[in-house]
C-alpha cells in the first residue's frame, strides 16, 4: 500500500517555473514506477511523464519534452517535477501516481494522490 500526497502548485506567470513534489508512504515506495498525469477543466486527464523505479529512464509526454523533468529520490520517498518554461496550457490539476509498470498509461497505475492545482497566468 502506497499512499500519495502532491505538494508545490500554484499561480504563476508564462515562463515561469514550479516544481512539484510528490511525497510517498510506505516502506515500498522504491519498487514502483512513478507517473505524473494532469487534468485541464473540461478536459481528460492526460499523461505528463514517468519514471522508472531506479530513476534510470524517464518518458515524457510531447507537449512537456524538454521543459519538464521527472527525478526521485528514493532515501526520501519523494518524486520531482520541475516545470520550466511554463503555458497557460500547462494550467490543470497535477497528480502523481505509483505503479508496478513504468508506463503512460494512467491504468497502469495502482495509487494515486489527490492533486495539486497549477495555474499560469499569461
Known amino acids: 500500500q502506497v499512499q500519495l500526497a502532491e505538494s508545490g502548485g500554484g499561480l504563476v506567470q508564462a515562463g515561469g517555473s514550479l516544481r512539484l513534489s510528490c511525497a510517498a508512504s510506505?516502506?515500498?515506495?522504491?519498487?514502483?514506477?512513478m507517473g505524473w498525469f494532469r487534468q485541464a477543466p473540461g478536459k481528460e486527464r492526460e499523461f505528463v511523464g514517468a519514471?522508472?523505479?531506479?530513476?534510470?529512464?524517464?518518458l515524457y509526454a510531447d507537449s512537456v519534452k524538454g521543459r519538464f523533468t521527472i527525478s526521485r529520490d528514493n532515501a526520501k520517498n519523494t518524486v520531482y517535477l520541475q516545470m520550466n518554461s511554463l503555458k497557460p496550457e500547462d494550467t490543470a490539476v497535477y497528480y502523481c501516481?505509483?505503479?508496478?509498470?513504468?508506463?503512460?498509461?494512467?491504468?497502469?497505475?495502482?495509487?494515486w494522490g489527490q492533486g495539486t492545482q497549477v495555474i499560469v497566468s499569461s
Open positions: 519514471i522508472t523505479w531506479r530513476g534510470g529512464s524517464t
Open positions: 501516481a505509483a505503479g508496478l509498470s513504468y508506463s503512460a498509461t494512467d491504468r497502469a497505475y495502482s495509487y
Open positions: 510506505g516502506r515500498t515506495f522504491s519498487s514502483y514506477a
